[in-house]
């Protein structure tokens, strides 16, 4: 079983949605929660992160940690066609430094 | 631009052959990774290195190796390449360790293709 789940989609919307992006975890070691964004032919870069359990919000995105059910969420708001891109999830422990991803959510937002 | 470079952006070997990924990674960055990315395994960690020395293995082949000069620019090495390492190779960077290592830079990776 993978450390961590995500659900691979694809996941198309039309603009202006809100979408929904999940992770389930099961390291319960893991501290560190990130959203990474990745376009076609191009490395991930860090959208958003969360220390610990709580939410994040950033403009359009907001991100929930519920480290109790060990679930991770990225909520973005009013869907632009640029949104569209791989999501991916990545955990950290406190004591090291190693990213483990999600399998990467691919979305679509269309016009 | 993160500030990551790596080259080759793309590569075409045979299979046994040997070949070298190289990455710069951002002014003043220490920690240098390796992934690899792969339809069915998803972006996976590789190897760790830090001002010099090697600090984390993940699932890295024993005929892969790497490691990262004094100037900190860090090369990855596979050899005896097989089709299935066929995949992405991103490097990443980070300023330190632990606590600042969630907030990591990618390269625009490099495209091996085994035939």
């Known amino acids: 079983q993978k450390e961590v789940e995500q659900d691979p989609g694809p996941l198309s919307v039309p603009e202006g949605a809100i979408v929904s992006l999940n992770c389930t975890y099961s390291n319960s070691a893991f501290q560190y929660f990130m959203w990474y964004r990745q376009y076609s032919r191009k490395g991930p870069e860090l959208l958003m992160y969360t220390y610990s359990s709580g939410n994040k919000e950033d403009g359009r995105f907001t991100a929930q940690v519920d480290k109790s059910s060990k679930y991770i969420s990225l909520f973005i708001r009013d869907s632009q066609p640029s949104d569209s891109a791989t999501y991916l999830c990545?955990?950290?422990?406190?004591?090291?430094?190693?990213?483990?991803f999600g399998e990467g959510t691919q979305l679509t937002v269309n016009p | 631009d993160s500030g990551v470079t790596q080259t080759p952006k793309h590569l075409i070997t045979a299979t046994g052959q040997r070949v070298t990924l190289r990455c710069s990674p951002r002014?003043?960055?220490?920690?240098v990774y390796w992934y690899q990315q792969s339809l069915d395994q998803g972006l996976q960690f590789l190897i760790q290195y830090y001002n010099g020395e090697e600090r984390a293995k993940g699932n890295i082949l024993e005929r892969f190796s790497a490691q990262q000069f004094p100037d900190l620019h860090s090369e990855l090495n596979l050899s005896s390449l097989e089709l299935g390492d066929s995949a992405l190779y991103f490097c990443a960077s980070s300023l330190g360790l632990r606590d600042n290592a969630y907030e990591q830079y990618f390269g625009p990776g490099t495209r091996l293709t085994v035939t």
């Open positions: 990545a955990m950290k422990e406190t004591s090291g430094s190693r990213l483990t």
């Open positions: 002014s003043g960055d220490l920690s």
